[in-house]
């Protein structure tokens, strides 16, 4: 399938479950995308229909300026279309692609010093507490999603656990902020949900571990 249809496929699909208020505003996949920017967007659709149709929350695209998804990381920055969540109509939380989170790490240090590199670490895609501006705490994120459209090996499970790490200790099994998907509990406190999407098949070779510490691991082509 070549990148302008998976490109139009993909905005029909967010289209379909979430609102926005022109149709103008689904025009959020840039022309021209790395494969694995195009793969990270295909990610987002599928995410997107799963909180509309198994976890039942509104979805509402704020992309008032018109441009592209984010494609590089960094903080909070809501001059870039993201995804308001609602249940009954009350906002509970919002969508973004390519965060930067604070990590538990740097928590447990004295904050008074100056953010470093080795502080902060990316998420393709995160659902974050509402209202939250700059970078996210470990403790503000509801659901991190990482999107690897190339071989799945080794050093890539490495990289996912130490994100767990960062992101909560382990513990008994808590409950999470959703009522159906993409899980009620997690063995994880502050008690946040994180799924691996990878095109390679192999990935299911490497998800063991996820059983014990709350990983999901996906085989989703492209």
């Not at 501006?133 to 994120?141: F, L, V």
């Not at 099994?173 to 990878?198: H, M, Q």
Request: a positive charge; charged letters at 20%; one cysteine or more.
């Amino acid at each position: 399938m070549n990148p302008k249809t998976i490109k139009k496929r993909i905005e029909t699909t967010i289209q379909r479950f979430a609102s926005a208020t022109t149709k103008q505003a689904y025009d959020l996949v840039p022309q021209s995308l790395t494969s694995g920017k195009l793969y990270e967007a295909h990610v987002l659709s599928l995410v997107i229909e799963k909180l509309s149709t198994q976890e039942g929350l509104e979805i509402t695209l704020i992309n008032s300026n018109f441009i592209p998804l984010k494609s590089a990381p960094g903080p909070i920055n809501r001059s870039y279309p993201y995804f308001k969540l609602a249940r009954r109509g009350s906002i509970v939380a919002e969508l973004w692609t390519d965060i930067e989170f604070l990590s538990l790490s740097y928590a447990q240090q004295n904050r008074s010093r100056a953010i470093q590199k080795g502080d902060y670490h990316e998420l393709d895609l995160v659902i974050t507490d509402s209202g939250v501006s700059g970078r996210p705490a470990h403790s503000q994120i509801w659901l991190g999603v990482e999107c690897k459209n190339t071989g799945y090996t080794k050093g890539l499970l490495k990289e996912i656990l130490g994100i767990r790490r960062e992101l909560s200790l382990l513990q008994d099994n808590r409950p999470t902020r959703f009522s159906s998907w993409p899980r009620t509990s997690v063995p994880a406190e502050p008690p946040s949900c994180l799924l691996v999407y990878s095109s390679d098949n192999a990935v299911s070779n490497y998800s063991s571990p996820g059983s014990v510490f709350g990983i999901d691991f996906y085989h989703e082509p492209i």
